[in-house]
């Protein structure tokens, strides 16, 4: 997953999973992902599960954003087209600005590997200065995905607290 060492150094992330189903001993997406920071240099500033509850989401996603000690924060899980899949819209509500670039990059991406991906309805969004992204629910979807935003993300950031393309 780590393809550029060092990739998301100074970066502190935050890794919210929302499922229904999982708990914190078994949640191989967010354990996937703390991997893939530690392994690219980045940090896990915050770590929590979530039922699929669209009004805790977004609480949660807010309160993360607003303390600022996340830059990014990714969710895992929720995405999808199930009944219970609310991730997206919970993201919606606790944002200021959509980025969906990003959204549309990891469904792209995401289609190399396989035909499922047009089913996510993921999206990458800002509230303040911290950015939020959601990812798939599986832990291979989930480690591919930050593979693919690894390159951009240090520059998302830099960029959203006003800094230039240097």
């Known amino acids: 997953m780590a393809d550029e060492r060092g990739a998301l150094s100074g970066l502190r992330l935050g890794l919210l999973t929302c499922s229904s189903t999982r708990t914190l001993a078994d949640d ?90 047009a089913l996510s309805r993921g999206r990458a969004a800002l509230r303040g200065h911290t950015l939020i992204c959601n990812l798939p629910g599986s832990p291979r979807g989930a480690a591919e995905g930050l593979a693919v935003l690894q390159p951009v993300l240090g520059h998302a950031v830099r960029m959203a607290r006003g800094g230039g393309h240097g």
């Open 28 to 117: 191989g997406s967010g354990d996937a992902l703390e991997r893939g920071i530690a392994a690219a240099g980045g940090a896990v500033a915050r770590r929590a599960l979530l039922p699929d509850d669209r009004g805790r989401i977004a609480d949660l996603l807010r309160q993360w954003a607003d303390a600022g000690d996340c830059d990014v924060i990714l969710t895992t899980g929720g995405t999808g087209l199930g009944p219970y899949d609310v991730t997206p819209e919970a993201t919606a509500d606790a944002a200021e600005r959509d980025v969906p670039g990003l959204a549309e990059l990891l469904r792209l991406r995401g289609l190399e590997q396989t035909p499922f991906s």
